[in-house]
Structures are given as structure tokens and as C-alpha cells.
């Protein structure tokens, strides 16, 4: 059974950044895959970032070149780092934990969510 547990999340202005920290127990990440998601209000939750156990990235359209997500094989934590936040990055964000080494198909575990707020 793993816990992912999130932190990092608070309210910025346009423009700012944010750095969330995932922490895993229960499973090495550096033998699966891990994803950063995000659910904003009446909106379906949606991929953000991914990164597989070799450290391969992928990321969606909307965040590319303003987030970066990275890990830390010996601290078994995940990291999203934002830069150049809009209010449209407001949501909850979620790390997620795949049961394969890529980033594909459902995650297997979810953290319980940090909520990311972006003002003008």
C-alpha cells in the first residue's frame, strides 16, 4: 500500500511560483512512473506532469515551459515546480503514482490534494 502525501500548495499573485513536494511511502519511485494532475472548479481533473522512473518528462501544452516537475530518487519525493502562474492554474493538485514504469493508463494512487490559487 502506498501514501503520497502533498505540500507546497497556498495562493500566489499572477505571475508567481509555487513548488509542490510529493512524498512517497510504501514503494520506491525509481521503479514506477509519477504524475502531477489538477481539478479545477467544474472542470474534469486533468494530467499536468508526468515523470517516468527513468526521469523521461512529459507535460501538458497548457503548462510547458512554466512547469517542471523532477525527483528525488533517495528522498523518494516528487517535485512540480511552477513558474509564471496564471489564475487559469488555479485547481487542487494531485500526485498520482502509476503501477508501470511510464506514464500511461490510470494511476494506481492518488494524495489527497493541494490547492494551488492564482490571483491577479
Known amino acids: 500500500q502506498m501514501h503520497l502525501e502533498e505540500s507546497g500548495g497556498g495562493s500566489v499573485q499572477r505571475g508567481g511560483s509555487l513548488r509542490l513536494s510529493c512524498a512517497v511511502s510504501g514503494r520506491r519511485i525509481n521503479s514506477i512512473a509519477m504524475g502531477w494532475y489538477r481539478q479545477a472548479p467544474g472542470k474534469q481533473r486533468e494530467l499536468v506532469a508526468g515523470?517516468?522512473?527513468?526521469?523521461?518528462?512529459v507535460y501538458a501544452d497548457s503548462v510547458k515551459g512554466r512547469f517542471t516537475t523532477s525527483k528525488d530518487n533517495a528522498k523518494n519525493t516528487v517535485y512540480l515546480q511552477m513558474s509564471s502562474l496564471e489564475p487559469e492554474d488555479t485547481a487542487v493538485y494531485y500526485c498520482?503514482?502509476?503501477?508501470?514504469?511510464?506514464?500511461?493508463?490510470?494511476?494506481?494512487?492518488w494524495g489527497q490534494g493541494t490547492s494551488v490559487t492564482v490571483s491577479l
Open positions: 498520482a503514482a502509476y503501477l508501470t514504469y511510464q506514464v500511461m493508463g490510470a494511476p494506481g494512487y
Open positions: 515523470i517516468s522512473n527513468s526521469g523521461t518528462t
